[in-house]
């Protein structure tokens, strides 16, 4: 089947989104199986338009702003980041760390807002917009917890599941083993399961009588100490999930 240009040239965004570092021209033909003629005319007419961006000493391509402004513009009209937003910055206050907001999108975690920022040279990759693996994270275990044996494994087909930290749960019948428990209490906890040196403890949000989005509570180990977490950040979390999830009962009514 001869493919057209606009469908190559979704094919080529998809192998860049993938590839946060960027690709040469040469692996970005290999990598689609399109000639290097072909895929230098698309990368041309994306970087036109700011879709592409080219690193000037390497060469490499990767994907360009516009889609961070496009991406900024869609969560800015997302209901749930409104909503949520006045209690985010409450529990922000009350707990002095990183509060965020997560949702599942084809198997993916997206984080759609972040209050605070990193103290005590605590270091996280996270910023409105980033999207991971939900497997190592609290906020991934909360909203993977909603999903059948099914779903899940259509995100994890093969069961095999990437390492981040040093507690990162890889073997798939301990995910779901894990994933009942948070379905039970309410709450997840990532205990340097994404970052070595982080703690974070997230709760559902839900609307329909479903899961629709994740808050979480992040910081460094010295900070949230489990004992803290038990005493306080969990009664803390699951409240402002409860308190966003009544505010979208009410709007919806």
């Known amino acids: 089947m001869r493919l057209s240009t606009i469908e190559k040239g979704i094919q080529l965004i998809e192998l860049l989104s993938r590839s946060p570092k960027g690709l040469a021209l040469v692996d970005?033909?290999?990598?689609?199986?399109?000639?290097?003629?072909?895929?230098?005319?698309i990368l041309q007419t994306f970087l036109?338009?700011?879709?592409?961006?080219?690193?000037?000493?390497?060469?490499?391509?990767?994907?360009?702003?516009?889609?961070?402004?496009?991406?900024s513009k869609m969560l800015e009209n997302f209901d749930i980041r409104e909503i949520a937003k006045k209690y985010l910055i409450q529990l922000n206050e009350k707990s002095h760390e990183i509060v965020q907001l997560y949702i599942l999108r084809k198997g993916k975690l997206i984080c759609i807002?972040?209050?605070?920022?990193?103290?005590?040279?605590?270091?996280?990759?996270?910023?409105?917009?980033?999207?991971?693996?939900?497997?190592?994270?609290?906020?991934?275990?909360?909203?993977?917890?909603?999903?059948?044996?099914?779903?899940?494994?259509?995100?994890?087909?093969?069961?095999?599941?990437?390492?981040y930290g040093k507690n990162t749960i890889t073997d798939f019948d301990a995910l779901l083993k894990e994933l009942q428990l948070v379905r039970e209490q309410g709450y997840a906890i990532d205990d340097e399961e994404y970052y070595e040196g982080v703690r974070c403890v997230s709760a559902p949000i839900r609307a329909?009588?479903?899961?629709?989005?994740?808050?979480?509570?992040?910081?460094?180990?010295?900070?949230?100490?489990?004992?803290?977490?038990?005493?306080?950040?969990?009664s803390l979390v699951t409240m402002t999930g409860e308190k966003v999830s009544n505010e979208l009962i009410n709007i919806h009514l």
């Not at 970005?28 to 005319?41: A, C, D, E, M, T």
């Open 28 to 41: 970005i033909s290999k990598g689609l199986g399109f000639p290097n003629s072909s895929v230098h005319h």
């Open 48 to 71: 036109a338009y700011d879709f592409v961006s080219q690193e000037p000493e390497t060469k490499k391509y990767a994907l360009g702003l516009k889609f961070l402004q496009i991406s």
């Open 113 to 163: 807002d972040k209050i605070g920022s990193p103290v005590g040279g605590l270091s996280i990759s996270s910023f409105v917009g980033w999207t991971t693996e939900p497997h190592p994270a609290a906020a991934g275990k909360v909203l993977l917890s909603e999903l059948s044996s099914k779903e899940i494994m259509d995100i994890y087909p093969d069961k095999s599941m990437r390492v």
């Open 208 to 234: 329909g009588g479903k899961i629709v989005a994740s808050v979480s509570i992040t910081g460094s180990i010295f900070s949230m100490t489990m004992k803290r977490i038990s005493q306080g950040l969990i």
